[in-house]
């Protein structure tokens, strides 16, 4: 059929009616170029009955700036495939052209949901490549602020899941939870969404009152409020049933996508680098990773759920244990580390959030990746939609939580 | 060039166009009062003896003017209650605590480009509203609001207000077909599987009502239920009330069965390419359905426009006003200032900080407030068709709360499980229910 | 540092690596050449002695002489990360066998580093360009791809030449291009 269409259009484009309806798009095939590669190939081809319908880059619900082309039949979803780069701004190549210490203002908006983590990988790849050793005070800081930034970060997303199966309420009353939070990291960094907070060797700041009051304020009541929250969603049966059995990740798949953080601990593999790969000081603290064996939605939805109360956990750990002491390391202002490569990585509210560092001996890193778990986990809305109605790629694709900020790096 | 041409060109344009409309609007109005005294009597008679015909005109054009204020009472109820349960604040800055919103809404949708995307098929797109907005509005002449207003008291009134809201599911499908976009496609679709689907349970649910009742006439329905509060028959047919909510929530296209315009899947659905008054014609229609479904069920199952309990007071007889003679004038000439002094006097006098005109501009406000109030309260005890309104809109309004706090709290079921829970769980329950009132009415009433 | 992981790598790939194997802090380093990279992750991925079985990373690199893939690898059996290098891919040319068929989420990095570097992942089947648009003809994180002169600067590396976007195939590997540590 689209063969026929795009004969047609070569064919008599001196028509003047052809070529009238080609501008307005009538005619006018996805994509305008001959496929590329097989799969594209694959993709672009019609079959009987299907059809494409174009979500975004202006869609209610594609978390961001997402293009999605969906083929399909009906209300059912033969494939998909998404379309990225609408938000792509080469923070890799800006950052090689930085000094170590200007990175962290590039990496910090990419995923500007959970900032914090995207700070803490680099500063602790570039610590890596300097063999610095950070104070112990600068690192419960950093895992308390981290840790809070989780909250905020899963508090937006229950909102969003809602958001995105039709439910009105859910995210205004998880904005309840984000915005206290993310005020208090405010009055402790400066800065309420890209917070800029974290240093090589250290932290920028130190506790102070303002802080401390708002966290002691929302401790107390913290518990109770997210589960308040929560009981709005987990015991709605039109959610439950939307969320259960669908999108199904098995073990091997999630291993095979290389999924990371909450979904593939949805399906049944404890891999949390704070346990796997540790860093900081998360082997002093006690806390546990919560799994689930379905691997479907509403285990992905769980396992954050769950990792909330753990959250609350480590936080009031923090408090306790916090020692004291400087929170910055000593360091020349101008770092040349020398010549090396170093790997880090840490646990993000949305997976392994992860940066190669290659250092040539000058003040600007050689090369410097960026590893997004968003980027990683939108590919597996493709696989895991295919066969589901119009209505499940979002539930899929909210409950995987992709930040487009995070996927077009 | 002479003078009255050059002060005809002197003027500003809408001098011009108020200089030429006066004279037409002069001679209309001569004309008028010419036609009234000429062929008045006439007129009149022919009216009299065709008075259904007066009746059905001035109830659709009542009907039509109605649901403008319905509509904008259900939006701002809905934007507020919203809100209020999101924890917003919802509209409060155009009038009191916003409630003059959907006017400017209203107002804002009329003053908007109405525009046709290139490649739509123009007729059926223009005419797709319309059709929508009909079908809502027609719908509306057999509900009965009180004892004696209603549109047309028809024997077949249920089975027209069934007709009449299958044919809304047309102009969606002629919406979502001539849009020339897939979302609006989809759309259209989705209604008219959801809607069709949905109108056989719904109307199977209320067939028990229709063999107790032994009519399809809504208003002698709702006469059925006078009496105390177990007349209704929501105590009667529970179950055949819980599949009618569902099935006219799917059938009002209200959350948790949007489908058709599910914003995060299919963005608009149908009206994703409407905008103007096109797009405010769905709105209007998609409230006044809300409107019509709730007082429908009102009138199926909660007794109408019967009060749950007894009115403690006797209804007084009308005053005979014209007995009073010249007493009526002067009541009406001294009441109003007397009063408005006696309710000015206690501020002017008690609070040393107010001019006299102040004083008077309260007693003016409270006097109006007491007035209405005596009205209403007269009104109230000597018609009981007032009565009855009130009930009615006060039950309608109630189911109105109902469907936007569903929307507020629900997330959007899936069409597989929409149709499933259509064909699978309402279908075999209004049989069900169906079947068991048919046997109790063999039961009761078969003699022995 | 895991000395077993490196004494168990080199009984294992000793003439395949390119080089000694590397460690430093919690990270192990080897180098193979491109066309080894399909058996070596397929053995480090599937025999119980290594068991890799998350892919953490997967990157292209470009040294300024050679170009590279890294794959950073992760397993229960070791506390170091393993960093796989695919050392020595021509800038003109960069091929190497894809690892989708471990890894099916490979497929989107490997698109990221053919739109970054012009490395042509063979065996990936859905090789365009996934960040830059279609048309696009450079390779934007290529040593000899310059930023315009308005990009940030170090203000410790002093001012470099005038930096300039143009494509690859009428770049020059002068002396502008920043070369890579030969370590």
């Known amino acids: 059929m689209s063969a026929d269409l795009t004969t047609a259009r070569h064919a008599s484009s001196d028509d003047p009616r052809v070529m009238l309806e080609e501008a307005v798009g009538v005619f006018a095939p996805i994509p305008p170029y001959p496929p590329r590669t097989e799969r594209e190939a694959e993709f672009y081809t019609l079959g009987d009955g299907e059809m494409f319908i174009n979500m975004g880059p202006q869609h209610p619900s594609t978390h961001g700036v997402l293009r999605v082309v969906l083929k399909i039949e009906g209300e059912r979803v033969v494939d998909l495939d998404p379309v990225l780069g609408y938000l792509h701004r080469g923070v890799e190549k800006l950052c090689e052209n930085a000094d170590y210490h200007h990175t962290i203002a590039y990496t910090d908006p990419l995923e500007y949901v959970s900032a914090l983590f995207n700070e803490w990988a680099p500063v602790m790849a570039f610590e890596k490549l300097m063999d610095v050793e950070v104070p112990r005070r600068a690192e419960y800081i950093r895992v308390l602020s981290g840790e809070l930034n989780r909250i905020a970060s899963h508090a937006l997303f229950m909102g969003w899941m809602a958001l995105d199966l039709g439910g009105l309420t859910p995210i205004l009353w998880s904005f309840i939870e984000r915005d206290e939070i993310v005020d208090m990291l405010a009055s402790l960094t400066g800065q309420r969404m890209l917070f800029n907070y974290f240093r090589i060797g250290g932290v920028n700041g130190d506790l102070n009152h303002e802080f401390m009051s708002r966290l002691g304020a929302w401790m107390s009541k913290a518990t109770s409020q997210i589960e308040a929250n929560q009981a709005l969603l987990n015991e709605n049966e039109i959610f439950v049933r939307r969320m259960r059995g669908l999108g199904t990740l098995d073990r091997e798949a999630a291993f095979r996508l290389c999924m990371t953080g909450p979904n593939i601990r949805a399906s049944g593999v404890p891999l949390d680098m704070r346990r796997a790969h540790p860093y900081s000081v998360y082997p002093d603290l006690e806390f546990d990773i919560p799994t689930r064996q379905e691997g479907d939605c509403l285990a992905r939805y769980l396992v954050r759920l769950d990792e909330v109360k753990q959250s609350i956990r480590i936080i009031d750990q923090c408090l306790h244990d916090m020692p004291d002491g400087p929170i910055m390391a000593k360091l020349p202002r101008l770092m040349r580390p020398r010549p090396g490569r170093a790997y880090a990585a840490v646990e993000g509210p949305r997976g392994q959030y992860a940066t190669y560092a290659i250092s040539d001996g000058t003040d600007q890193p050689f090369r410097m990746r960026i590893h997004d778990p968003s980027f990683v986990h939108l590919q597996a809305v493709g696989l895991l939609t295919s066969g589901n109605l119009i209505a499940d790629t979002m539930a899929i694709m909210a409950s995987l939580d992709p930040i487009m900020g995070g996927v077009d790096k | 060039m002479d003078s009255p041409s050059r002060t005809f060109e002197r003027l500003t344009l809408p001098g011009k166009v108020i200089f030429t409309l006066v004279p037409i609007l002069i001679a209309l109005l001569a004309g008028l009062v010419m036609a009234i005294v000429l062929v008045g009597p006439f007129a009149l008679d022919f009216l009299s003896a065709n008075l259904p015909l007066v009746r059905f005109v001035v109830a659709a054009t009542v009907v039509l003017l109605m649901t403008v204020p319905t509509a904008f009472l259900i939006i701002y109820m809905e934007m507020k209650v919203i809100a209020l349960m999101n924890l917003r604040y919802g509209p409060d800055r155009v009038g009191p605590y916003g409630s003059l919103l959907s006017v400017v809404h209203g107002l804002k949708v009329l003053m908007k480009e109405d525009f046709t995307p290139t490649g739509a098929d123009g007729i059926v797109f223009t005419w797709a509203p319309v059709v929508v907005y009909m079908a809502s509005v027609m719908t509306l002449l057999v509900l009965p609001f009180a004892p004696g207003i209603f549109g047309v008291d028809m024997n077949i009134g249920l089975l027209y207000f069934f007709a009449m809201g299958g044919l809304g599911v047309v102009g969606l499908l002629m919406a979502g077909w001539s849009s020339f976009n897939k979302y609006s496609l989809i759309g259209g679709l989705r209604s008219a599987a959801q809607v069709v689907s949905y109108e056989i349970p719904l109307t199977l649910s209320v067939v028990g009502i229709v063999l107790l009742s032994g009519t399809l006439s809504l208003n002698k329905i709702t006469l059925d239920q006078s009496g105390s509060l177990f007349d209704w028959y929501v105590f009667k047919q529970p179950l055949a009330f819980l599949i009618f909510m569902i099935a006219a929530t799917a059938e009002a296209n209200r959350t948790p069965f949007d489908l058709t315009e599910a914003d995060s899947e299919i963005v608009a659905g149908f009206a994703t390419e409407y905008s103007g008054m096109r797009f405010g014609f769905f709105f209007f229609a998609e409230y006044v359905n809300v409107f019509i479904v709730s007082g429908l069920a009102v009138a199926l199952f909660m007794g109408g426009w019967n009060a749950p309990f007894d009115w403690p007071f006797p209804i007084v007889a009308q005053p005979d006003l014209a007995g009073m003679g010249v007493g009526l004038l002067l009541a009406i000439g001294l009441i109003p200032p007397l009063a408005i002094l006696l309710l000015a006097m206690p501020f002017y006098l008690l609070n040393t900080g107010l001019r006299f005109w102040q004083a008077l501009v309260i007693g003016f406000v409270l006097f109006n407030v007491v007035a209405v109030a005596a009205l209403l309260g007269f009104a109230f005890i000597s018609f009981d068709w007032v009565v009855g309104l009130l009930w009615f809109l006060m039950k309608t309004y109630g189911f109105v709360f109902l469907f936007v706090w569903m929307r507020g709290t629900l997330p959007r079921v899936r069409i597989d499980q929409l149709m499933g829970f259509a064909w699978k769980w309402l279908l075999p329950a209004a049989l069900l229910n169906l079947f068991v009132t048919a046997l109790a009415i063999v039961l009761v009433t078969t003699p022995r | ?183």
């Open chain 3, 1 to 183: 540092m895991d000395r077993a992981l490196k004494r168990r790598l080199e009984a294992r790939f000793g003439d395949r690596l390119l080089g000694p194997i590397r460690q430093r802090h919690d990270e192990t380093e080897i180098r193979v050449a491109p066309g080894d990279v399909p058996e070596v992750m397929r053995a480090l991925h599937d025999e119980p002695e290594f068991r890799f079985e998350a892919l953490m990373d997967l990157c292209g690199v470009d040294t300024g002489s050679v170009m590279q893939t890294v794959y950073h690898l992760w397993s229960e059996t070791t506390p170091d990360w393993l960093r796989v290098v695919a050392d020595g891919l021509s800038r003109d040319d960069p091929r190497v066998p894809s690892v989708t068929f471990l890894w099916k989420g490979a497929e989107w990095q490997e698109r990221e580093a053919y739109d970054m570097f012009g490395i042509a992942f063979e065996g990936n089947r859905d090789l365009r360009r996934i960040y830059m648009p279609p048309d696009y003809t450079s390779f934007p994180l290529r040593k000899d791809f310059f930023l315009p002169d308005d990009a940030a600067r170090s203000p410790g590396g002093g001012v470099r030449h005038i930096e300039q976007a143009h494509a690859p195939s009428n770049a020059t590997v002068d002396a502008q291009v920043r070369k890579a540590p030969t370590s």
